[in-house]
């Protein structure tokens, strides 16, 4: 039995930022005005500087940009779609550098993109879920998941990875056999197939991300940061899965501080079936 107090998870309250801290979060929240209160609680709970969020399921024009700027940051860049995807990055800090990203040829909503002070790039990213068939010839979507994920091989691959950065999201890929609740029962199902572990590893060799969280808690420990609505009783049985995730390039690497998934998160009312992942970076170079 894994040592509670080793693992990163956290039920309520975080530890205070320390100072020279950069505090980064990331959250699936599946649809920003629906859950606006629940990003409050995100923001009071973690003292982030930077939240990154995915599942916005907001156009630009109705994306709740003023009640966000209230809750304290007022730095943001968003871009959605009607009902689904849709990202954004809100910060305390100012945000430079503004962009968006294409991948496989979809002109949809899955990458925004920011400079923070100090020059550190910040990638938010939501991966397509990929449907429930596990087969590409049968499955566009799965075929879609596929071949955005050599997309984002390639083009991490043959990118600078010298640079501070950033890469964070709903990646909807549970890489390891610990990210998992069964291995053996997940390898045919769409999140834990052979096809979309190898392929995230790929991403991950090609430019040299660390992963941060497996930085700190290794294997063998467990860890989840999604739990099917599916599920009433998701404590009790903690069928979960790893699909939300921070990476860092090199230099960022030697910076990691602490890593925490806000499980917690799970239970409030109408609650997202993805929990925050939150990390902090030591802001001086070192």
């Known amino acids: 039995m894994t040592d509670p107090d080793l693992l990163p998870y956290v039920e309520r309250a975080l530890p205070p930022r320390p100072t020279g801290i950069l505090r980064v979060a990331t959250w699936n929240i599946n649809s920003v005005r629906l859950r606006l209160k629940l990003l409050a609680e995100l923001a009071t709970l973690s003292d982030a500087d930077v939240i990154c969020l995915q599942e916005t399921k907001a156009t630009n024009d109705v994306f709740p940009s003023a009640a966000i700027a209230e809750l304290g940051y007022p730095h943001q860049h968003f871009q959605g779609d009607k009902g689904y995807n849709g990202v954004a990055i809100l910060s305390r800090l100012e945000l430079n550098g503004h962009g968006r990203r294409l991948w496989a040829g979809r002109e949809d909503s899955r990458h925004v993109e ?75 199902v769409v999140s834990h197939t052979p096809a979309e572990t190898t392929r995230f590893q790929a991403i991950m060799a090609g430019h040299g991300w660390v992963d941060a969280l497996r930085a700190l808690h290794p294997e063998p420990q467990r860890v989840y940061s999604w739990w099917s609505y599916r599920n009433r009783d998701w404590r009790g049985s903690d069928r979960g899965r790893r699909l939300d995730h921070v990476w860092l390039t090199q230099p960022l690497a030697a910076r990691l501080r602490a890593v925490y998934v806000l499980k917690g998160a799970r239970d409030w009312q109408q609650a997202s079936d993805h929990v925050p992942v939150i990390v902090d970076i030591d802001q001086a170079r070192r």
């Open 114 to 188: 920011a400079v923070l002070p100090g020059g550190i790039e910040l990638h938010c990213v939501y991966v397509p879920a990929g449907g429930d068939v596990p087969d590409p010839a049968v499955n566009e979507k799965f075929a879609h998941k596929l071949d955005f994920l050599d997309h984002l091989a390639a083009y991490w691959g043959g990118a600078d990875a010298s640079a501070a950065r950033i890469l964070v999201g709903d990646l909807n890929v549970a890489p390891l056999e610990t990210d998992v609740w069964s291995h053996r029962q997940l390898l045919d």
